[in-house]
């Protein structure tokens, strides 16, 4: 089993940066395959970026191409988002999620753990 807890949202203005992270706790993180989903108010959780177990392997949403950057630090079963250009339309609910596909994914249903979530808000 896997617990997650996310960090680092806040404030920020349009074009600014925030780096958020998930400390998860358990031997296991290694194993996992991880995933940043959010949620703005009135929408659904909806899928950001996703890494594999060993890094190598990433994916993101469109919208977010080329501005954000998920990491991951094994050793210190830590995952990152790095978030750059920020947009209001980023303003939203960020959670960290673990899933124990093969591989990465991008099906909010094949995550098994979540966090509470952080909140992120841009500004115009």
């Known amino acids: 089993q896997v617990q997650v807890v996310e960090s680092g949202g806040g404030l920020v203005q349009a074009g600014g940066s925030l780096r958020l992270s998930c400390a998860a706790s358990g031997r296991t993180f290694s194993s996992y395959a991880m995933g940043w989903f959010r949620q703005a108010p009135g929408k659904e959780r909806e899928f950001v970026a996703a890494?594999?177990?060993?890094?190598?392997?990433?994916h993101y949403v469109d919208s977010v191409k080329g501005r954000f950057t998920i990491s991951r630090d094994n050793a210190k079963n830590t995952m990152y988002l790095r978030m750059n250009s920020l947009k209001p339309e980023d303003t939203a609910v960020y959670y960290c999620?673990?899933?124990?596909?093969?591989?990465?994914?991008?099906?909010?249903?094949?995550?098994?753990?979540w966090g509470q979530g952080t909140q992120v808000t841009v500004s115009s």
């Open positions: 890494i594999s177990w060993s890094g190598i392997t990433k």
């Open positions: 999620a673990a899933s124990s596909t093969t591989g990465w994914t991008i099906s909010l249903g094949e995550y098994d753990y």
